[in-house]
């Protein structure tokens, strides 16, 4: 362990010679991984940012103590964000992601050779940078020249480019401290706003199993705003819960295009898994999402 900071993060542990991250889940649960290997750990202005190599899961990406993606399911949440909006509109050329430091997302979009601009809107410029060097993972390293990174405060961003992006993907972390916002009714109206007339928005909406209330206001504030919008799910084993939601809100209805095809290369997303992934378990339905 050869990149053991001197001042361990409270989150890490060193329990007999060996590192565990331990992260928290709300208050009543915990969930602890045993670490190979710190590869990273560093305060950029915004939060703690730390690379762990870990036992089971690969490298991992942590803020703050909480595990954001990681190597050996990173791929199923960046493509189910990416590939399923992408499906639905007839013709993407001008893409948003908001957050989405890890670079999966982009490196998903960009497998569209139609698209011709990717605008990566990310607060936090050191998560991007050690996710393209010690994460690849998850960001291949990502170096298209359609993808432009740019270092800004996703809402107050989002406020002035009206009429602007064919897909918009909001790759957020969980509705705590900054990034509540990115979960409200505000924020939504905005990024209508910023959609063009036949353009959708995706975004993470949490886990059912235990962030049902996050779900449901999500659903809610999208659904006043967008005359169609509908939930899919993912299983993301990294997540709590393992089962995790995706709202899209889409100016137009929702068909998904014959004449369009998935990327050859993904390791998740199929034609079989585009469809199975908007029937829900019974206890979503009688949420009425």
Same mark, same amino acid.
């Given at each position: 362990?050869?990149?053991?900071?001197?001042?361990?993060?409270?989150?890490?542990?060193?329990?007999?010679?060996?590192?565990?991250?331990?992260? *928290?889940?709300?208050?009543?649960? $915990?969930?602890?991984?045993?670490?190979? &290997? %710190? @590869?990273?750990? !560093?305060? #950029?202005?915004?939060?703690?940012?730390?690379?762990?190599?870990?036992?089971?899961?690969?490298?991992?990406?942590?803020?703050?103590?909480?595990?954001?993606?990681?190597?050996?399911?990173?791929?199923?949440?960046?493509?189910?964000?990416?590939?399923?909006?992408?499906?639905?509109?007839?013709?993407?050329?001008?893409?948003?992601?908001?957050?989405?430091?890890?670079?999966?997302?982009?490196?998903?979009?960009?497998?569209?050779?139609?698209?011709?601009?990717?605008?990566?809107?990310?607060?936090?410029?050191?998560?991007?940078?050690?996710?393209?060097?010690?994460?690849?993972?998850?960001?291949?390293?990502?170096?298209?020249?359609?993808?432009?990174?740019?270092?800004? *405060?996703?809402?107050?961003?989002? $406020?002035?480019?009206?009429?602007?992006? &064919? %897909? @918009?993907?909001? !790759?957020? #972390?969980?509705?705590?401290?900054?990034?509540?916002?990115?979960?409200?009714?505000?924020?939504?109206?905005?990024?209508?706003?910023?959609?063009?007339?036949?353009?959708?928005?995706?975004?993470?909406?949490?886990?059912?199993?235990?962030?049902?209330?996050?779900?449901?206001?999500?659903?809610?504030?999208?659904?006043?705003?967008?005359?169609?919008?509908?939930?899919?799910?993912?299983?993301?084993?990294?997540?709590?819960?393992?089962?995790?939601?995706?709202?899209?809100?889409?100016?137009?209805?929702?068909?998904?295009?014959?004449?369009?095809?998935?990327?050859?290369?993904?390791?998740?997303?199929?034609?079989?898994?585009?469809?199975?992934?908007?029937?829900?378990?019974?206890?979503?339905?009688?949420?009425?999402?």
């Amino acid at each position: 362990m050869n990149n053991v900071p001197k001042q361990l993060p409270p989150y890490i542990k060193n329990e007999n010679g060996e590192l565990w991250l331990t992260e *928290d889940e709300r208050e009543n649960l $915990k969930i602890s991984y045993r670490i190979k &290997d %710190v @590869i990273f750990s !560093d305060q #950029s202005p915004f939060q703690h940012v730390m690379i762990l190599d870990s036992y089971d899961f690969g490298r991992m990406l942590v803020l703050d103590g909480v595990v954001q993606t990681t190597s050996i399911d990173g791929h199923i949440y960046n493509e189910m964000i990416s590939h399923v909006p992408l499906q639905f509109h007839p013709s993407p050329k001008k893409v948003l992601i908001i957050g989405g430091g890890d670079c999966g997302a982009a490196r998903e979009v960009a497998k569209y050779k139609e698209i011709e601009e990717i605008h990566m809107v990310e607060i936090d410029e050191m998560v991007v940078k050690v996710c393209k060097e010690h994460l690849t993972d998850v960001s291949g390293n990502l170096s298209d020249p359609r993808v432009k990174f740019i270092y800004t *405060d996703g809402v107050a961003f989002i $406020k002035e480019h009206a009429n602007t992006y &064919d %897909v @918009i993907i909001i !790759d957020s #972390s969980d509705p705590v401290g900054p990034a509540k916002e990115l979960f409200s009714y505000e924020f939504y109206s905005n990024v209508y706003r910023a959609l063009k007339d036949d353009g959708l928005m995706v975004c993470q909406s949490q886990s059912p199993i235990f962030h049902m209330d996050v779900l449901k206001q999500t659903r809610a504030n999208i659904n006043k705003l967008f005359p169609y919008s509908t939930v899919y799910t993912a299983t993301v084993p990294t997540y709590p819960g393992g089962l995790w939601s995706f709202t899209i809100g889409s100016k137009i209805p929702l068909s998904l295009s014959e004449s369009k095809s998935i990327p050859n290369d993904t390791k998740y997303v199929n034609a079989d898994v585009l469809k199975q992934c908007f029937q829900l378990p019974q206890f979503m339905k009688q949420q009425r999402l």
